[in-house]
């Protein structure tokens, strides 16, 4: 067996987290960062906020959520990034876009007050918010995702957007308790290649090992070339974040409605 090599590292886009951070999504970076320590494998982060050009390359995207105010502060600027976000994402790297960032990250997001809110257009999917008086998507919710070696993933959720899957789009998971994409048709964010948006807040890689050990396999990957021995973790147990998401699977199972797909 090659032993990968030493000093390997990511590089990580942060989108807007100084906008972009409800329900502690910047904890996601944190995890991140402790979960790839473990790995040995080190991090550079590049903050890219408004006013900010990308860089010329990373391994790894993350945006977090925010309300439709701070949405409209970036969803131009994110909107002029999309030819680039695109092409990141066509190209393996590894993202995950959150709530509000995930709407952002699809085609368009109608707010509450009826603005269409441009999007980068990485996911095939449109977000609509419901008229006034509607009910807001909120509570724990858990699915069953549909990347590989990820199964159960466990957050919380509270947005008034219902997300749409277009033609080409692949849900991320599958709801078991709780609202996904639209309370509707039992969809949980979209999958593209390596890159994840979703509705689930948490923050969510600190309770999600198994997806956050996806994301920084799918970073090596996309850094080192599929086949390359520095490409390689090791599977190491979590049993930390392990207990955190087996308690708020517990919670979301108690409290949380078993989905039932809406019949029109
Ligand atoms: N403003 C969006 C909605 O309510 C996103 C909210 C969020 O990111 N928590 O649908």
């Not at 990580?12 to 991140?32: E, K, P, Q, S």
């Not at 701070?70 to 994110?78: S, V």
């Not at 909107?79 to 680039?84: L, N, S, V």
Request: glycine share 12%; net charge negative.
């Amino acid at each position: 067996m090659t032993s990968p090599a030493p000093g390997r590292a990511i590089r990580v886009v942060t989108l807007y987290d100084d906008v972009m951070n409800v329900y502690a999504d910047r904890g996601n970076l944190i995890a991140l960062k402790a979960r790839a320590a473990e790995h040995g494998i080190g991090v550079e982060v590049v903050s890219v906020s408004l006013g900010n050009p990308l860089p010329d390359d990373t391994d790894l995207v993350l945006i977090g959520g925010g309300q439709d105010r701070e949405q409209r502060r970036i969803a131009d600027e994110l909107a002029a990034h999309g030819p680039r976000l695109r092409g990141w994402a066509g190209a393996g790297t590894a993202m995950l876009a959150v709530c509000g960032g995930f709407q952002l990250f699809g085609r368009w997001y109608r707010d509450a007050s009826g603005i269409e809110l441009p999007g980068a257009a990485v996911f095939d999917v449109t977000t609509l918010a419901p008229g006034p008086g509607a009910a807001r998507c909120i509570g724990d919710l858990l699915a069953t995702a549909e990347v590989e070696g990820v199964r159960e993933v466990v957050g919380f959720e509270n947005h008034g957007g219902r997300t749409y899957l277009g033609p080409t789009a692949q849900p991320f998971a599958r709801v078991e308790y709780g609202h996904g994409n639209n309370g509707e048709d039992g969809t949980e964010g979209a999958v593209f290649r390596n890159a994840v948006g979703t509705y689930l807040h948490g923050s969510l890689l600190p309770k999600n090992p198994a997806l956050l050990d996806w994301l920084i396999a799918a970073a090596l990957r996309h850094r080192y070339g599929d086949d390359a021995p520095e490409a390689r973790i090791e599977s190491r147990p979590a049993p930390f974040a392990e207990r955190a998401h087996a308690a708020s699977a517990a919670v979301a199972r108690r409290r949380s409605p078993k989905f039932e797909p809406v019949v029109k």
